[in-house]
T-cell receptor, first 109, second 116 residues
Framework: AQRVTQPEKLLSVFKGAPVELKCNYSYSGSPELFWYVQYSRQRLQLLLRHISRESIKGFTADLNKGETSFHLKKPFAQEEDSAMYYCALFTGGGNKLTFGTGTQLKVEL | EPEVTQTPSHQVTQMGQEVILRCVPISNHLYFYWYRQILGQKVEFLVSFYNNEISEKSEIFDDQFSVERPDGSNFTLKIRSTKLEDSAMYFC??????????????FGEGSRLTVL
């Protein structure tokens, strides 16, 4: 069965420090991975998708199939990055997106 | 910008009562989803829906749950006989394409269900 693991419930960093939000997955098929974000009082929204290999708001994530990981990184944290971040795994067939438990990122001044 | 809208924002009900949560997906979207989040826990997949059929459902989505697209705009989640453990925030989402590859789910703000 597919599973997404985000080991940290809360990650607190200082402004300007590097950020790494960890995500590991378990899936026997070819994975498609995403990061979704929920800012305070806003709805859950897509941040980035691994297939696009894009950088959004300074965040990047690389799919590492050997380590079954899809960690989210940003070299210099900003205060506006404070939010809840969810890693998500898509499994085709039934069109199902499975979310991890989420990591609350808090950027302190 | 078009958004997914959900009603009600909060509903309180007695155990055993039927509840219908309503969603209006973005108008040109073809794929629809329900998720739920029990307080302090993860966002859990309930069901995906396409072409007037359920594409996939989770083990949570038992016989007490049903979904319907009664007209061209609404997408509803019905819980036939609510239990205390159904108390959660329920999120509706829609997407133009399937959730994978270039897909993107657009979420509503959620409907908070409290079962007493």
């Amino acid at each position: 069965a597919q599973r997404v693991t985000q080991p940290e419930k809360l990650l607190s960093v200082f402004k300007g420090a590097p950020v790494e939000l960890k995500c590991n997955y378990s899936y026997s098929g070819s994975p498609e991975l995403f990061w979704y974000v929920q800012y305070s009082r806003q709805r859950l929204q897509l941040l980035l998708r691994h297939i696009s290999r894009e950088s959004i708001k300074g965040f990047t994530a690389d799919l590492n199939k050997g380590e079954t990981s899809f960690h989210l990184k940003k070299p210099f944290a900003q205060e506006e990055d404070s939010a809840m971040y969810y890693c998500a795994l898509f499994t085709g067939g039934g069109n199902k997106l499975t979310f991890g438990t989420g990591t609350q990122l808090k950027v302190e001044l | 910008e078009p958004e997914v809208t959900q009603t009600p924002s909060h509903q309180v009900t007695q155990m055993g009562q039927e509840v219908i949560l309503r969603c209006v997906p973005i108008s040109n979207h073809l794929y629809f989803y329900w998720y739920r989040q029990i307080l302090g826990q993860k966002v859990e997949f309930l069901v995906s829906f396409y072409n007037n059929e359920i594409s996939e459902k989770s083990e949570i989505f038992d016989d007490q749950f049903s979904v319907e697209r009664p007209d061209g705009s609404n997408f509803t989640l019905k819980i036939r006989s609510t239990k205390l453990e159904d108390s959660a925030m329920y999120f509706c989402a829609s997407s133009v394409t399937s959730a994978g590859s270039a897909g993107e789910l657009f979420f509503g703000e959620g409907s908070r269900l409290t079962v007493l």
